[in-house]
């Protein structure tokens, strides 16, 4: 006897799982990328005493997560742009298109 199959609708989002390799002997580079990726704080000295000033990163960014160590989930607009500020910078990279359930 056969069951009958039952489907199902799914709502799903493109996303793009970039991981990137930054060669620790490359410290310009890694630190760029460390700073793009987490954002920074500068720190500066004023008349009034001192202004610090965060910058955020990419991972603050709305549909972008960190899956683990050099390795980004996030919207395909993003992905475009940080895969070509790691080609800019000669940081090793590779990309894969995935569908996430929304």
């Not at 056969?2 to 580079?29: G, N, W």
Request: aromatic share 8%; charged share 30%.
């Amino acid at each position: 006897m056969e069951q009958d199959e039952t489907l199902e609708t799914v709502t799903a989002a493109p996303r793009v799982i970039i991981s990137y390799d930054v060669k620790s002997r490359r410290t310009t580079e890694a630190c760029l990328v460390q700073q793009y990726v987490f954002g920074r704080v500068v720190t500066m000295r004023t008349k009034g005493g001192v202004k610090r000033y965060k910058y955020e990163g990419l991972i603050h960014k709305p549909a972008v997560e960190r899956l683990g160590q050099s390795v980004l989930l996030m919207r395909e607009d993003e992905a475009e742009r940080f895969a070509g500020f790691l080609a800019k910078h000669r940081v090793p990279y590779s990309r894969e298109r995935i569908w996430v359930e929304a």
